[in-house]
């Protein structure tokens, strides 16, 4: 038996039982495959269990059972005391419990619901060709100054053209913190990872150019200097296949979210310190 199986049945034993918490009792059906102090073990949460392993792709044999029973035998056991001890009274452990349960339950409605609603290889694909021309056909590697004024720009600007050096303006001017250290260097990035004023004014400039004018964004006021030019390596499809797929995925549950909000009547009411 290797410790990563003991692990794997360890944490699906301590997830049934916050499920024991929580359900009602056994039915008649529902045999037990163990008894603790007269109080049964049921064949639901072993067979649970052991569906769980084997959809892990682990060998469930006699000796795998024989210590998926014993586990649960000891959690039953700790389970026990901790009751006796008052454990499932306490505030933070009732709170716990209920938080615990609604994860489980909200984690397995979104699992189905993806299953349900799959993310098609076509939207994939059509995800794929939109990154493409994000990242478009060319990359490029600049410096920047960023500042809160446009006159602080232009006089940047005025002294770049008095032969000033643009990094270490940078680190003395500069209120991007990036910026201060490594002389504003932004690296190789592709015009779609930049605010459109930022990406248009880079894609205009010749390489070893400054913008003599200064370029406005939401963060402030920039004086850009590019530093070169290369065409485009966009990520091949298997590279980033799954990436996107969850990225979807993510789109779609957002979406529920947003139609179950709409739907709701939500009061909020603010909550007692």
Do not use: C
């Not at 034993?13 to 039915?27: D, E, N, P, R, Y």
């Not at 454990?87 to 933070?92: L, R």
């Amino acid at each position: 038996m290797t410790r990563k199986l003991y692990m794997k049945i360890t944490l699906s034993a301590l997830l049934a039982f916050v499920a024991i918490g929580m359900s009602t009792a056994a039915t008649a059906a529902d045999t037990a495959v163990a008894t603790v102090n007269g109080k049964p073990i049921k064949q639901s949460l072993y067979d649970y269990i052991t569906k769980d392993a084997a959809a892990r792709g682990q060998n469930v044999d006699d000796n795998v059972r024989n210590v998926i029973i014993n586990r649960l035998v000891s959690s039953e056991l700790i389970y026990q005391e901790a009751q006796r001890s008052g454990y499932d009274k306490q505030a933070d452990f009732v709170a716990k419990q209920e938080l615990a349960g609604r994860e489980l339950l909200v984690n397995s409605y979104l699992e189905d619901y993806l299953k349900k609603n799959p993310v098609s290889d076509a939207a994939v694909k059509a995800e794929y060709e939109k990154y493409k021309q994000e990242v478009g056909d060319k990359e490029y590697s600049a410096r920047h100054i960023l500042v809160s004024t446009e006159a602080e720009a232009k006089d940047i600007i005025a002294q770049l053209g008095k032969g000033a050096d643009f990094a270490k303006l940078a680190k003395e001017k500069s209120k991007d913190p990036g910026g201060k250290e490594n002389g504003g260097d932004l690296g190789w990035f592709a015009p779609g990872s930049m605010v459109k004023p930022f990406s248009e004014a880079v894609s205009k400039m010749k390489k070893g150019s400054y913008t003599t004018d200064p370029v406005q964004t939401q963060f402030g006021w920039h004086v850009i200097k590019l530093e070169d030019v290369r065409d485009a390596q966009p990520m091949p499809f298997e590279k980033v296949q799954a990436a996107l797929k969850k990225q979807l995925q993510q789109r779609q549950l957002e979406k529920l979210l947003s139609d179950l909000r709409s739907k709701a009547k939500i009061v909020e009411n603010p909550p007692k310190k």
